[in-house]
């Protein structure tokens, strides 16, 4: 599935389907499971961001996320989720941006633990957001490979 058709789906099928399963259906909705609307292609390899836009993520690292990631991006157990080696970070880089501009509600593609609450939207465009996740994917000990703007381009950011 492409991304677009992912966004869109998300988007349209999301609401409705997540109405219907709350209401107590509960069981499958036909071909729109929840499951395949979490399903993102995996991009290929990417090269190297600049150093511009790993200080860029560096600095909104420092400005929002380490509140509750924690300065070593470590996070608070069962409140906040470590970064450092997270699976859903490591391999799931287009979603991890998505998170990252439109908050974590709709997300939930690979994660085994419930928090207490969903993380909030963290920033407005495709740009920061990129810049924000190669930093956490390249530090604390990370060594995750990188996202381009182009593999995120077709994310749709929610009206705040
Ligand atoms: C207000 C607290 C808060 C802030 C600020 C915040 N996060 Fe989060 N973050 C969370 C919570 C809570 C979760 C778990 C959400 C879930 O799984 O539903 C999370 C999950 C994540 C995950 C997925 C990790 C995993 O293993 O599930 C990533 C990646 C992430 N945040 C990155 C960031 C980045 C980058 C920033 C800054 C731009 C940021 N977060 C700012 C609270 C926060």
């Known amino acids: 599935m492409k991304t677009k058709n992912f966004i869109a789906l998300t988007l349209a099928g999301f609401f409705s389907l997540a109405l219907i399963t709350s209401c107590g259906g509960g069981g499958k909705t036909g071909s729109e499971s929840t499951d395949s609307t979490q399903v ?4 290929a390899e990417a090269a190297a961001p600049s ?3 790993m200080a860029l993520g560096e600095k909104i690292y420092k400005e929002k996320c380490f ?6 991006g470590q996070g608070i157990p069962n409140v906040f989720p470590n970064l450092v080696g997270s699976d859903f970070l490591l391999n799931q880089k287009v979603l991890a941006v998505t998170q990252v ?3 974590s ?6 994660k085994t ?3 207490p609450a969903p993380m909030p939207p963290q920033v407005a465009t495709h740009e920061e957001a990129v810049a924000v996740i190669n930093y956490v994917l390249n530090n604390f000990g990370n060594k995750g490979g990188y996202v381009t ?3 995120v381009k077709d994310i749709v950011i929610d009206p705040r």
């Open 67 to 72: 509140v509750c990631h924690q300065p070593n």
């Open 51 to 53: 150093a511009e836009q």
């Open 105 to 110: 509600l709709k997300v939930t593609a690979n």
């Open 101 to 103: 501009l439109n908050g």
């Open 113 to 115: 633990v419930k928090y």
């Open 40 to 43: 993102t292609e995996q991009p």
């Open 149 to 151: 703007i182009d593999q």
